[in-house]
């Protein structure tokens, strides 16, 4: 079955430092997309990047980046310079197997604390 | 573009009472989908709605339902709530692969 794992329940850093969230997934699909969203304590999920599997170069968008590595099923995601705004949970997702639709189902995600 | 809304934000029922969310999507997009977020269970995948048919459904009783208009705005309905079923309720829209998220409903069954 498709899963999810994100092993870091809290990741600490400091502003303009950088700092790598792990995701780590099973599939036995060969086509898929690989999703990150931020939560801030308001609760709207926010979406950061997304890396498809046949993409050749890793996703960047601003200041965060995917550190996509295939054979080993990992989709980390890479801040940086992190800003106190950066302070949230992050949640690394993937579509949900055998649906049509757009349905993901989502890591337990990782609680980031920047502090200044 | 307008982001996807949802009303009301904050919602407090009492349990066998019964709940109406709502969901207006971003302009254009003709998918909604709906998630339970639960600090046990985290986020999990209601139902998704396209065109006004449930395209998906997640595993959750039948006391959660949901319909989508011709407009695409969507409602879910919980139905003989139960102090579980407190959460925050999230809805997306999508008009491919990726889904932005309205800002939630949090519910509170007392």
């Known amino acids: 079955a498709q899963k999810i794992t994100q092993t870091q329940p809290g990741m600490f850093v400091q502003e303009k430092e950088a700092v790598t969230l792990d995701c780590t997934y099973d599939?036995?699909?060969?086509?898929?997309?690989l999703f990150w969203y931020k939560q801030p304590s308001s609760g709207e999920m926010i979406f950061l990047i997304y890396?498809?599997?046949?993409?050749?170069q890793n996703a960047t968008e601003g200041r965060y980046s995917l550190n996509f590595q295939k054979a080993r099923k990992s989709a980390n995601l890479v801040i940086s310079a992190s800003q106190l705004g950066d302070s949230a949970m992050y949640f690394c997702a993937m579509p949900s197997p055998n649906q049509a639709g757009t349905a993901l189902i989502f890591g337990k995600g990782t609680t980031l604390s920047v502090s200044s | 573009k307008a982001g996807v809304t949802q009303t009301p934000r904050y919602l407090i029922k009492t349990r066998g009472q019964q709940v109406t969310l709502s969901c207006s999507p971003i302009?254009?997009?003709?998918?909604v989908s709906w998630y339970q977020q639960t600090p046990g269970q985290g986020l999990q995948f209601l139902f998704e709605y396209f065109s006004e048919t449930q395209r998906n459904k997640g595993n959750f009783p039948g006391r959660f339902s949901g319909r989508q208009f011709s407009n695409s705005r969507s409602e879910m309905n919980v139905s003989t709530l139960e102090l579980g079923d407190s959460a925050l309720y999230l809805c997306a829209s999508s008009a491919s692969r990726t889904q932005y998220f309205g800002p939630g409903t949090r519910l509170l069954v007392l």
């Open positions: 302009s254009g997009h003709r998918s």
């Open positions: 599939t036995s699909d060969q086509s898929y997309g």
């Open positions: 890396q498809g599997s046949y993409d050749e």
